[in-house]
């Protein structure tokens, strides 16, 4: 099922939520809203939901408008972050629910919830109840609960969110899995960009309720279309430098190939993982290694700016605090951004500048 | 957490205090029962604290002798209790909800109101109740004194009910929503169950308020009849015991003691709820 949503602005009093956002949701595809807390992305998913309702804005499933629909019949399969399963009713009972609602047959309803359950991997547990299930087994309890009704579209609100570190990367692959299966319409709300990367056909990057970047998540990792979304994508963080501030000695040294001795309004990014430590033109001073087991974080100054370069543990090892070092970086890897709005710089062959044109796109590449 | 410890002298000073609060609540219960298990001679000034022998012919004098009041009164004193009981839940739990749930900006106003007027004694409210009930044709009817126990017993249900409601996370009520249910079947699945506890307490409380009552039906329920065993019990001592016979009026109030203690007995159980909320949220 398609899913589009046109021109939505919610207001809490006078303090804007979302604003003026629009997106669409192909049939089948995984759409990941990502942001800081308070940009409006779990206040979209409940404009979808329809428990939340907009001062403007359509939602069309299909086509159809269904603004104005209450939520129990709009189909939606809804995982909270903190899974809100029945603590009174068994784990059977919990998946059957929608079922019930529907007022299908109870043997039949039963068949369908082995078969999710079966599925979700919490077959055993179907005798169970809540207090007795682990926060992972709860939460495949809550996907069951959502897709046993066979929804037009699957909303998840950061559901990995309670889990452990290691379930975490266990259970997103399982969503995806088990997504791409179904051929299931998702959005899927998350803070964590690292998890919005994995699992996204398309990653929207939602800052102060709007949508400031909309694309597939290796484009964003390669091409951000903006500051924001550079920054925001990537741990650990890129590196930013003003041309025209401090900063101007370094990243002048890196633009250079780019922008020759132009370059004034810009901003140079460059990803740790980019950063060069050995040989090269730039002199810079060790101040501090991290070890993170794969890599090592390095941490240098050259002047009066600061540089993180992530290495391979090889390397890092032999790093000392203190020692000079020269660093370099391929001109591929740099990243230009205009100074006051923050949106991504194309340098043509001829030197011309080029905004971006995919920033604040809404609609983006959808299939 | 680490446990406090108490040095020697605080737990003695500890001991002494639990020891102290449970003579205080125990013993005018414990004196009760001494008094209304002695022969009628041992009630009289000075007094033994035990008596030398333990009789239980006040007991069946009270109820089952000729001039006993019979078990008639109790079972009066039960239907009027336990019909208040089910007035005031059901009220109790339609009023909660509305307070808990819904946005009403004077709610919070109301609330406290309706509390306030509910500390007002009982029998502050007998004449305005016998103006009321004479002229609406209420006077000496059950039903009069059913609505008149609901009445004082449903603001304090309302904010217990109102409390109980606020503890049910409203993430379910929507999850349920999700779900495809209606608000009848959210109502009968998912919110009442849960609220169960709460509501035992409102009709336990009420029922017991009725039970006791004694100044509300002592004006309103003129025939013998039909009156409570609280009112039927004072008429007895008065005509019987001579005002003052106080083995028989310990033997009846200790029979109207019974009844309640079934009552949490039974109930004990389910008034606190185990393995309940905690887990719908993810724990």
């Not at chain 2, 919070?108 to 409210?125: D, G, N, W």
């Not at chain 2, 039974?266 to 309940?276: D, E, I, K, P, Y």
């Amino acid at each position: 099922m398609r899913l589009d949503i046109e021109d939505l602005t919610v207001e809490y009093g006078s303090v804007g939520a979302v604003r003026g956002l629009d997106l669409t949701v192909g049939d089948g595809e995984l759409v990941a809203l990502v942001g800081p807390s308070g940009c409006g992305k779990t206040t979209t998913l409940g404009f979808i939901t329809g428990f939340i309702h907009g001062r403007t804005g359509r939602i069309l499933f299909d086509g159809v408008d269904v603004t104005g629909m209450a939520p129990q019949r709009r189909g939606i399969g809804y995982v909270f972050q903190d899974y809100a399963i029945y603590p009174h009713m068994t784990v059977r009972e919990n998946i059957r629910f929608p079922l019930d609602a529907a007022k299908m047959e109870r043997k039949k309803a039963d068949k369908e919830v082995d078969e999710i359950a079966g599925l979700m991997g919490v077959g055993e547990l179907l005798h169970r109840r809540p207090h007795q299930l682990s926060g992972g087994q709860r939460q495949r309890v809550a996907l069951a609960r959502a897709l046993v009704k066979k929804p037009v579209v699957l909303l998840l609100d950061e559901p990995l969110s309670n889990l452990d570190a290691h379930l975490r990367v266990e259970v997103r692959a399982e969503i995806r899995r088990l997504q791409l299966d179904l051929k299931m319409t998702t959005v899927f709300v998350t803070h964590d960009q690292s998890e919005a990367m994995a699992i996204a056909d398309r990653v929207a990057v939602m800052s102060d309720g709007k949508i400031v970047a909309l694309t597939q998540p290796t484009t964003l990792y390669i091409r951000p279309p903006s500051l924001f979304a550079a920054q925001f994508i990537g741990s650990p963080g890129i590196n930013i430098w003003t041309i025209d501030g401090p900063d101007a000695a370094i990243a002048h040294a890196f633009a250079k190939p780019l922008v020759g001795e132009g370059g004034g309004g810009l901003l140079v990014g460059v990803r740790p993982e980019h950063i060069e430590v050995g040989p090269g033109d730039l002199k810079a001073t060790i101040t501090l290694t991290e070890p993170l087991g794969r890599d090592f974080l390095v941490h240098l100054s050259a002047g009066l700016s600061s540089i993180r370069a992530l290495v391979p543990a090889s390397e890092g090892a032999l790093l000392k605090a203190g020692a000079d070092v020269g660093v370099r970086v391929d001109p591929d890897h740099l990243h230009l951004f205009d100074a006051e709005t923050g949106r991504r710089v194309e340098i043509d062959a001829a030197g011309a500048r080029h905004l971006d044109e995919m920033f604040g796109g809404g609609r983006g590449l959808a299939s | 957490m680490d446990l406090i410890r108490l040095s020697v002298l605080q737990r003695v000073v500890r001991l002494v205090v639990i020891v102290v609060a449970i003579l205080f609540t125990l013993l005018p219960l414990l004196w009760i029962i001494s008094i209304a298990f002695r022969p009628g001679e041992q009630a009289v000034f000075p007094i033994s604290i035990i008596p030398s022998r333990l009789t239980l012919e006040n007991v069946d004098a009270v109820l089952f002798g000729p001039f006993g009041i019979g078990l008639n009164p109790y079972k009066n004193a039960a239907i009027y209790g336990l019909s208040s009981a089910i007035i005031t839940a059901v009220a109790s739990t339609l009023g909660g909800y509305a307070l808990a749930r819904y946005d009403i900006r004077a709610g919070q106003a109301v609330l406290i109101v309706i509390l306030a007027l509910s500390f007002l004694p009982a029998a502050s409210r007998i004449v305005p109740l016998f103006i009321l009930f004479s002229a609406s044709g209420l006077y000496g009817t059950p039903q009069g004194i059913i609505l008149a126990y609901a009445a004082g017993s449903t603001p304090l249900g309302i904010w217990l009910m109102a409390g109980t409601f606020r503890q049910i996370p409203i993430r379910l009520e929507q999850a349920a929503r999700i779900d495809g249910a209606g608000a009848l079947m959210t109502m009968r699945r998912v919110i009442l169950p849960l609220a169960v506890p709460g509501i035992l307490v409102v009709a336990t409380l009420a029922f017991i308020d009725g039970w006791n009552s004694y100044s509300l039906p002592l004006i309103l329920i003129p025939k013998e009849a039909a009156q409570p065993y609280t009112v039927a019990l004072q008429a007895y001592i008065r005509d019987v015991g001579f005002g003052n016979n106080w083995t028989l009026l310990a033997s009846g109030s200790l029979a109207g003691l019974v009844p309640v203690l079934v009552v949490f007995a039974l109930l004990q159980r389910r008034l606190v709820r185990v393995g309940g909320l905690g887990s719908a949220i993810r724990g």
